[in-house]
T-cell receptor, first 113, second 111 residues
Framework: DAGVTQSPTHLIKTRGQQVTLRCSPK?????VSWYQQALGQGPQFIFQ???????QRGNFPDRFSGHQFPNYSSELNVNALLLGDSALYLC????????????FGEGSRLTVL | GNSVTQMEGPVTLSEEAFLTINCTYT??????LFWYVQYPGEGLQLLLK?????DKGSNKGFEATYRKETTSFHLEKGSVQVSDSAVYFC??????????FGKGTKLSVIP
């Protein structure tokens, strides 16, 4: 039983570029949440997707957008990259948007130069 | 808003020492509390949780008790092992879909 898988694992971009990160949830899970973890910090909630809709959003600008597909997989898009967007981006899946245990992937490490 | 404060690290202990990592919180509403662990090169894993006051979460020898009166959820283990070396995160969820994490405490256990 595959857990949460994320791709790519590492990537390097330059300021102003755009990036797309991908996440496949754990088998049987229908909800995907995205978190940003800066170096030495705890993860910060970006947004959550359930039933292909954004259910809640954290304190992140509109440059951060997402999508959930009918098979429950998800993408995180970041436009107009800034140096401060360099971080580990974590995807977490759960069964249902509330109360279910979150299972995290290993993350995508984004470096913006 | 919701916030979690946990003790600064890094923490270095000898094998078989007693571990305490302090965690306090502020929350709107009645939160559920969690400890997550991040081993080197791996994703976050749920270590234990508690959903109401005086509940004790436990797993792998780790324990934490939900103390509403002191708004705390301290993590303890009686005898740490080298394999416990990791970063530990205290977190809460209250009235929303999102987990709020502390900054994490890095634990190193030396033989």
């Amino acid at each position: 039983d595959a857990g949460v898988t994320q791709s790519p694992t590492h990537l390097i971009k330059t300021r102003g570029q755009q990036v797309t990160l991908r996440c496949s949830p754990k088998s049987g899970h229908d909800t995907v949440s995205w978190y940003q973890q800066a170096l030495g910090q705890g993860p910060q909630f970006i947004f959550q997707y359930y039933e292909e809709e954004e259910r809640q959003r954290g304190n992140f600008p509109d440059r951060f957008s997402g999508h959930q597909f009918p098979n429950y997989s998800s993408e995180l898009n970041v436009n107009a990259l800034l140096l401060g967007d360099s971080a580990l981006y974590l995807c977490a899946s759960s069964l249902g948007p509330i109360g279910g245990e979150l299972f995290f992937g290993e993350g995508s490490r984004l470096t913006v130069l | 808003g919701n916030s979690v404060t946990q003790m600064e690290g890094p923490v270095t202990l000898s094998e078989e020492a007693f571990l305490t990592i302090n965690c306090t919180y502020t929350a709107t509403g009645y939160p559920s509390l969690f400890w997550y662990v991040q081993y080197p090169g791996e994703g976050l894993q749920l270590l234990l949780k508690a959903t109401k006051a005086d509940d004790k979460g436990s797993n792998k020898g780790f324990e934490a008790t939900y103390r509403k009166e002191t708004t705390s959820f301290h993590l303890e283990k009686g005898s740490v092992q080298v394999s416990d070396s990791a970063v530990y995160f205290c977190a809460l969820i209250a009235g929303s879909y999102q987990l709020t994490f502390g900054k994490g405490t890095k634990l190193s256990v030396i033989p």
